[in-house]
């Protein structure tokens, strides 16, 4: 059964520093993976999706990694501002059946003005 | 990618009444999804809605607590039915094209707090 953590659970930094949130995933048969963002009491928005032949997808100050057999991947904000806080979220889709999607439990970042 | 708008937005119920969710699309989609955040948690899949047949729930959900509509290619509804305040949470519709290919769209969400 597909697991999906991410870490850390929340994260504080001050704007303009760059940072890392981290996405693991216990089944490597995975179709795509996809990060998302949430506002508080909000929907989803999608941020990058990343095919499973792919390594990286990049988006302004936002670059998604994929290592399919290690079962992670990473999101790197550059230059943060208060407007990136919200929780993160990455959802992997399976390589067997589409129409199921297992998110992670999110991180929840603050930046500091 | 589909731009999906969902109504309503927020709403507060009382115990022992229901609450229809409404998901239209500006694309014919095949698939609908329905999924459930409880508070401080990520998201549960309640059920697929496909067009022209019977929703298929996860383990856990039941056609009787959460009917789902599928009229057409571009509308579902959601029904919380005989609520409770464990049915607290936000209430999401997702769609994808070509079965995931190009990922998932998601609604704005639906708040629903339940007194």
């Known amino acids: 059964k597909q697991e999906v953590t991410q870490i850390p659970a929340a994260l504080s930094v001050p704007e303009g520093e760059n940072l890392v949130l981290n996405c693991s995933f216990t089944d490597s048969a995975i179709y795509n993976l996809q990060w998302f963002r949430q506002d508080p009491g909000k929907g989803l928005t999608s941020l990058l999706l990343i095919q499973s032949s792919q390594r990286e997808q990049t988006s302004g100050r936002l670059n998604a990694s994929l290592d399919k057999s290690s079962g992670r991947s990473t999101l790197y904000i550059a230059a943060s501002q208060p407007g990136d806080s919200a929780t993160y979220l990455c959802a992997v889709t399976a390589e067997t059946s589409y129409d199921k999607v297992i998110f992670g439990p999110g991180t929840s970042l603050s930046v500091i003005p | 990618s589909a731009v999906i708008s969902q109504k309503p937005s927020r709403d507060i119920c009382q115990r022992g009444t229901s609450l229809t969710i409404q998901c239209q699309v500006d694309?014919?989609?095949?698939?609908m999804f329905w999924y459930r955040q409880q508070p401080g948690q990520s998201l549960t899949l309640i059920a697929t809605?496909?067009?022209?047949?019977?929703?298929?729930?996860e383990s856990g959900f039941v056609i009787d607590k959460f009917p789902i509509s599928r009229p057409n290619l571009t509308f579902s509804t959601l029904t919380v039915s005989n609520m409770s305040p464990e049915d607290s949470s936000i209430y999401l519709c997702s769609v994808s094209s070509l079965r995931g290919v190009h990922g998932y769209t998601f609604g704005s969400g639906t708040r629903l707090t339940v007194v």
């Open positions: 809605a496909n067009q022209g047949s019977e929703a298929t729930y």
């Open positions: 694309s014919q989609v095949t698939m």
